[in-house]
């Protein structure tokens, strides 16, 4: 996904992206926010928990919605690994509705706010590295519908998290490697140096896992979800 404008329009609002700039950005961005924020991260993990922090920050004290309105959405999509938030952070967001996915290859950071007001970075050039609100009813909607396409691949953190627990090890890795190779489960456990028992007691624990029906799903999973490189 690629959350970006090719240059800024007079609607837009051009700020230094250090971390005291970012964080008025975010907390103008977000004082107008009714309904939901949907806000994506890089693997730039030090620079993006600034922006998660201004983004928490923004919301103390924990919005109260008016009597039958529902509490602010807020999304939170963030690439690379799973992401693991600060205990104040995770306080701030006790007043939302917060949902977290992880998403494969990199993000651009963007904050879009009721689908109406965004803050985007805009990359690093020969004047710095800048952050762009934008309020042009056209460009936002276009970058929520590419959050939104985003959104949708992505992986509820908590999937991640038991996918990093239960296959990312040194002998789960070899298996799916046997599987994507289609060998037999005779030939894999001698390649492997496992019992053929134990062989298979993993496999299945594996298609469990990757809610595969088959072995040769369960290996062309294991490259969709990053758990194997493409050949």
Same mark, same amino acid.
């Given at each position: 996904?690629?959350?970006?404008? +090719? ?18 950005? /975010?907390?103008?961005?977000?004082? *107008? @926010?009714?309904?939901? #924020? ?39 999509? @963030? =690439? ?6 600060? @205990?104040? !952070?995770?306080? !701030? ?28 970075? +805009? ?16 460009? /936002?909607? #276009? ?8 959104? =949708? *691949? ?33 030939? @894999?456990? $001698? ?5 053929? $028992? ?13 809610? #595969? ?6 290996? /062309? ?11």
């Amino acid at each position: 996904m690629s959350l970006h404008r +090719s240059r800024p329009d007079r609607t837009s609002l051009l700020v230094r992206a250090d971390d005291g700039s970012v964080d008025e950005a /975010v907390k103008q961005v977000m004082a *107008s @926010a009714k309904y939901s #924020a949907h806000l994506a991260v890089t693997g730039n993990w030090k620079h993006s928990s600034v922006v998660i922090q201004a983004v928490a920050g923004a919301m103390r004290p924990p919005p109260q919605p008016p009597q039958g309105r529902r509490q602010l959405a807020v999304r939170l999509l @963030a =690439a690379g690994r799973a992401l693991e938030l600060s @205990a104040d !952070a995770c306080r !701030a967001f006790d007043g939302t509705s917060l949902e977290i996915r992880m998403a494969k290859g990199e993000l651009r950071e963007a904050l879009i706010v009721d689908g109406r007001t965004a803050l985007v970075q +805009s990359g690093n050039g020969s004047a710095g590295r800048h952050a762009a609100v934008i309020t042009d009813p056209a460009a /936002v909607g #276009a970058l929520d519908l590419l959050f939104a396409g985003a959104w =949708a *691949s992505a992986r509820p953190v908590a999937d991640e998290l038991r996918l990093d627990r239960d296959l990312r090890g040194t002998l789960a890795r070899r298996i799916l490697e046997q599987l994507r190779a289609g060998r037999t489960d005779d030939v @894999a456990a $001698r390649e492997i140096d496992v019992s053929l $028992r134990t062989y298979r007691r993993h496999v299945a624990e594996i298609m469990r896992v990757l809610g #595969a029906n088959s072995r040769f799903q369960a290996g /062309v999973r294991a490259v969709e979800l990053g758990l194997l490189e493409r050949c």
